[in-house]
T-cell receptor, first 110, second 114 residues
């Protein structure tokens, strides 16, 4: 199958750093996206990784290891507004549509 | 401004009635998608289309139908055959090819069947 696994929920403290992991099957992998989704709203794009390594964008960074089938989203200097679900999505070779994991609900507490 | 528009935002229907959800985009994207999201769940693909007058079933197509008569429009009909239609429905669009097919989403339609 094309399972994409993420933790269901995480809690972190305002101002701290949190890492949200995503694992996927390596066969046919062609790229990985991270989206942020606030409750009742549409997902918004955060990052895209296709090569190994770290992509940094302000407070958010995303890492990919193709050989290990592993990615993480790193959120620094957490703010209350970062409380949301974070969705990992993969594009498989030969297709153009995204397959989403179930998402990780992050709660930021004071 | 370019974007993708879904309407309505909230929709109530009686059980047994068909209902059509609208999705329009002016991003000139070739591909369009419909996803369903249930509480605590990720996005599950219902239907997708790469070109006008062509579309494919996703993972949970039973009880749904779509059309793609224009590049800009991809309406979804939730039929009475869908056993549990109450959910949050998201429409998206993207380019095709070039590797990075980032999906842009509409605001979603929350359908409640009573």
């Amino acid at each position: 199958g094309q399972n994409i696994d993420q933790p269901t929920e995480m809690t972190a403290t305002e101002g701290a750093i949190v890492q949200i992991n995503c694992t996927y099957q390596t066969s046919g992998f062609n790229g990985l996206f991270w989206y942020q989704q606030h409750a009742g709203e549409a997902p918004t794009f955060l990052s895209y990784n296709v090569l190994d390594g770290l992509e940094e964008k302000g407070r958010f960074s995303s890492f990919l290891s193709r050989s290990k089938g592993y990615s993480y989203l790193l959120l620094k200097e957490l703010q209350m507004k970062d409380s949301a679900s974070y969705l990992c999505a993969v594009i498989w070779a030969g297709s153009y549509q995204l397959t989403f994991g179930k998402g990780t609900k992050l709660s930021v507490i004071p | 401004d370019g974007g993708i528009t879904q309407s309505p935002k909230y929709l109530f229907r009686k059980e047994g009635q068909n209902v059509t959800l609208s999705c329009e985009q002016n991003l000139n994207h070739d591909a369009m998608y419909w996803y369903r999201q249930d509480p605590g769940q990720g996005l599950r693909l219902i239907y997708y289309s790469q070109i006008v007058n062509d579309f494919q079933k996703g993972d949970i197509a039973e009880g749904y139908s779509v059309s793609r008569e224009k590049k800009e429009s991809f309406p979804l009909t939730v039929t009475s055959a869908q056993k549990n239609p109450t959910a949050f429905y998201l429409c998206a669009s993207s380019i095709v090819g070039g590797g990075r097919s980032e999906a842009f989403f509409g605001q979603g339609t929350r359908l409640t069947v009573v």
